[in-house]
Structure formats: structure tokens, C-alpha cells
Nanobody, 114 residues
């Protein structure tokens, strides 16, 4: 059974930082492209950042220079370090694993507000 379990969301003030974690099980982690998506109320889900099995990364323009995605193959985990958070970063953040099939986590809420 495949599971992607996110953690690390919460409430943070503008300018603050959060680190999201996603623990994967039931997949051969090294085969998968891992990503973080987000969905704000009334908006479509969008890609935030992705990382290949080889470590190549890509980011949405809106988060470049502020967010960093990384992966740890030994722990079968992917992380999203989010700095200089803005109110417009408020959303539910989802972990994604993509290879021959695509899997999603249940999501974790990130709220940026004073």
C-alpha cells in the first residue's frame, strides 16, 4: 500500500519559515519524481516545486529564491523549506510522487497571517 504522509504545516507570520516533510512508503522511492503542489481556496492545484530522482529541481516562479525542495533517499522523504513566507502562500500543500503511476498525500495546511 502506497502512502505519502505530509507534516510540518501550520500558522506562521509573514516573513516566517516552515519546513514541510513527506514520508513515502510502499514505493521504490528512487524511481519517483517527487513534488509539492498547493491549492488555495477557489483556485486550481498548482505545482510549487519538483525534484527528480537525480536531484534536478524546478520551481514555480512565485516561490523561486524562497523555497527549496530536497529529498533523502535513505529516509524515503522529500522536504520543502519555505522562507520569507507571504500571505499568498496560504494553501493546502500536497506531496506528489510520479513515475508510472501518480500518488498524492492527504495535504497539510499552511496559513500565513499576522
Amino acid at each position: 500500500q502506497v502512502q505519502l504522509v505530509e507534516s510540518g504545516g501550520g500558522l506562521v507570520q509573514p516573513g516566517g519559515s516552515l519546513r514541510l516533510s513527506c514520508a513515502a512508503s510502499g514505493i521504490i522511492f528512487s524511481n519517483y519524481v517527487m513534488g509539492w503542489y498547493r491549492q488555495a481556496p477557489g483556485k486550481q492545484r498548482e505545482l510549487v516545486a519538483g525534484i527528480s530522482s537525480g536531484g534536478s529541481t524546478n520551481y514555480a516562479d512565485s516561490v523561486k529564491g524562497r523555497f527549496t525542495i530536497s529529498r533523502d533517499s535513505a529516509k524515503k522523504a522529500v522536504y520543502l523549506q519555505m522562507n520569507s513566507l507571504k500571505p499568498e502562500d496560504t494553501a493546502v500543500y500536497y506531496c506528489n510522487a510520479r513515475f508510472t503511476r501518480t500518488y498524492w498525500g492527504q495535504g497539510t495546511q499552511v496559513t500565513v497571517s499576522s
